[in-house]
Every structure is written in structure tokens, then in C-alpha cells.
């Protein structure tokens, strides 16, 4: 089982900026692709960025939807179990319930073009983003 707690939602302005957590516990190779989603209200679940996470090495890959790239960053504490999504220059439009996720795959590659709520075996419970113009 692997248990995921989000924290660092709240309200800011555009152009601000915000760092997501999502701490995990469990067992660690159930977890090696992560990612944040977000939903908005009468939206559907959205893919923000995936973060894959090697094993061995511990090193990483990240991809990000064309939405945020270049606005927000995925990244990995290994010592602290964390993943980040620091946030910078928010818009209106990114203002959303963000969740996080964790499964378990076989490649960078395969976790990247993981998509859907059903591609991810752990959410966590959320954490509110509102971004005023």
C-alpha cells in the first residue's frame, strides 16, 4: 500500500507562485511514476506533470502538459519521500483541486504517457489552488 498526503494549496494572485508537496510512505516500488492532476469544477481530471523515478539510481524523468510547461516544475526529494510542483506565474485558469499520484511501471517511458484516473493506483485527497486575476 502506498499513502500519499498533498499540502501547499492556497489562494494567490496572478502571476504568483505556489510549491505543492505530496509526501509518500509505503512500499517504494509501487511508487516509481508519479504525478500531479488537477480538476476544475464541472472539468475533467487532468494530467499536469509525471516524474518517474529510477530505481537503482534514483535519478529521474519528468514531463509536463503543454498547459504548464515552462510555468511549473515536477522534481523529487528522495530523502524526504516528497515530490514537488512549484508553480510560478499562475493564471486564473489554473485554479483547480490538484491531486497526486503514484503507481508502479516498467519505464520513464510508459509512465509519462500514463493519462487517466484509472492509470494510477494511489491519490491522494487534494489540495485547493485559487489563483484571483
Known amino acids: 500500500q502506498v499513502q500519499l498526503v498533498e499540502s501547499g494549496g492556497g489562494s494567490v494572485q496572478a502571476g504568483g507562485s505556489l510549491r505543492l508537496s505530496c509526501t509518500a510512505s509505503?512500499?517504494?516500488?509501487?511508487?516509481?511514476?508519479m504525478a500531479w492532476f488537477r480538476q476544475a469544477p464541472g472539468k475533467e481530471r487532468e494530467k499536469v506533470a509525471t516524474?518517474?523515478?529510477?530505481?537503482?539510481?534514483?535519478?529521474?524523468?519528468?514531463s509536463s502538459a503543454d498547459s504548464v510547461r515552462g510555468r511549473f516544475t515536477i522534481s523529487r526529494d528522495n530523502a524526504k519521500n516528497t515530490v514537488y510542483l512549484q508553480m510560478n506565474n499562475l493564471k486564473p485558469e489554473d485554479t483547480a483541486m490538484y491531486y497526486c499520484?503514484?503507481?508502479?511501471?516498467?519505464?520513464?517511458?510508459?509512465?509519462?504517457?500514463?493519462?487517466?484516473?484509472?492509470?494510477?493506483?494511489?491519490w491522494g485527497q487534494g489540495t485547493q489552488v485559487t489563483v484571483s486575476s
Open positions: 516524474i518517474y523515478i529510477y530505481t537503482g539510481s534514483g535519478s529521474t524523468s519528468t
Open positions: 499520484a503514484a503507481d508502479s511501471t516498467g519505464g520513464g517511458g510508459i509512465c509519462h504517457q500514463k493519462s487517466t484516473r484509472s492509470d494510477f493506483n494511489y
Open positions: 509505503g512500499n517504494y516500488y509501487s511508487r516509481n511514476c
